[in-house]
């Protein structure tokens, strides 16, 4: 087993969550952080233990040799640049979402990792949560049959009392209401479909509310998913909401169908006009605490360890969800035209 020294780009509210996370792991270890502040080394490893340097200049933290990857939670225009940079340097990469907000820079990045021959993992946590790890157990064992539709909808009003509201309401940083959040939702759904996309049909608008006046861009959409294999879907991504924070979840196959933690099996013979009950941790929260970082994080030590891609959030997998992200953006920019996942530039 080897160790992984760790340096974090950005020390916002994502990096204390992954700070954690990584440290929880059995091989990896923060031993530095970038930041555009003056930071104390002493006060930094009191906080988070061990010893950490903190660099003001990205490229002194990527020329140190101990470092082996680099963890990116900076602003979402930075990304493209600084992972371009690890890769160059021989780092592996943890990238937070979205990868980038244009489909020429998550290539550039996804190009540069391959061609220096580095590892990537995308900050899609999601696809480890106990939710979406069970949800996909059960489809798996064939419990829904075959699936033909699917909707998973991310639901979180991101208003000024949320700390990236600052930034996420420029169109250059919060992108789409897609990029900035809804990625979330539209990539677990591709995870439970299991196919690849051939269409997406894309609508936006945004709350008249005075509270989310700031965003530069529509800050809810409905992208209608036509999935290769015939199936259909829906992901809606809304963050100018007013309510509790809700992921919801609603498949439906030729054996049974599932409502974010219930579901009804003909395999089991349960009873058709009531819900059975799945005990798992649902996704409740926009807390970066709550997120499942630390079992992403241990698959991609995990991964380092056997010489194999990240599974589930590599950087080529996680493109694929972007390109689906970029489709809808440029179908909802030309009122819903249907775009085609081959017609992307
Ligand atoms: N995967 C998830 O669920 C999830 C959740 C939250 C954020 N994110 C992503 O993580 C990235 C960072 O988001 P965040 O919520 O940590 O935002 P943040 O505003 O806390 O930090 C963003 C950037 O601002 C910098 N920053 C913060 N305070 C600063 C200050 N006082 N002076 C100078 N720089 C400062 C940080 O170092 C970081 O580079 C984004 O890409 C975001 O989309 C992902």
């Known amino acids: 087993m080897n160790k992984y020294n760790v340096g974090i780009i ?65 602003y979402p225009s930075q990304h493209r640049d600084q992972a371009i940079a690890a890769a160059n340097a021989k780092k592996h990469i943890i990238l937070e979402k979205p990868m980038a907000n244009s489909l020429q820079e998550v290539r550039e990045i996804t190009a540069a990792a391959k061609s220096n021959g580095v590892q990537g993992c995308v900050c899609f946590e999601c696809r480890f949560s106990n939710q979406f790890t069970v949800t996909k157990a059960l489809i798996d064992e064939g419990l829904l049959g075959s699936l033909h539709y699917g909707e998973v909808d991310y639901y979180h009003g991101i208003g000024p009392w949320y700390g990236q509201f600052r930034w996420n309401t420029g169109k250059k940083d919060g992108g789409s209401a897609l990029l900035t959040a809804g990625c979330h939702a539209l990539d677990a759904l591709l995870m439970m479909m299991g196919s690849e996309v051939e269409s997406v049909s894309s609508f936006s608008t945004r709350s008249s509310s005075e509270i989310f006046k700031p965003y530069e861009y529509d800050t809810s959409s409905t992208t209608i998913i036509r999935f290769k294999n015939g199936a259909v879907g829906k992901s809606a991504a809304i963050v100018d909401c007013l309510q509790p924070y809700y992921f919801h979840t609603h498949l439906c196959g030729s054996q049974g169908s599932l409502l974010d933690d219930k579901f009804h099996s003909m395999k089991l013979h349960t009873d058709k006009h009531a819900w059975s009950k799945l005990s798992m941790k649902m996704l409740d929260s926009g807390d970066v605490s709550d997120h499942p970082y630390q079992s992403q994080f241990q698959a991609f030590f995990d991964a380092l360890d056997a010489g194999k891609p990240m599974p589930l959030t590599s950087f080529e997998e996680s493109q694929k969800s972007f390109e689906v992200i970029f489709a809808a953006d440029k179908s909802a920019e030309q009122g819903g035209r249907p775009v085609k996942i081959s017609e992307l530039a």
């Open 10 to 74: 950005g020390y916002g509210w994502a990096a204390t969550a992954h700070i954690e996370a990584i440290n929880k792991t059995t091989q990896g270890q923060v031993t530095a952080i970038y930041s555009s502040r003056k930071l104390d080394d002493a006060e930094l490893s009191a906080k988070h233990g061990g010893q950490i340097k903190s660099y003001q200049s990205i490229d002194a933290m990527l020329s140190d040799p101990s470092i082996h990857v680099v963890d990116i939670t900076s």
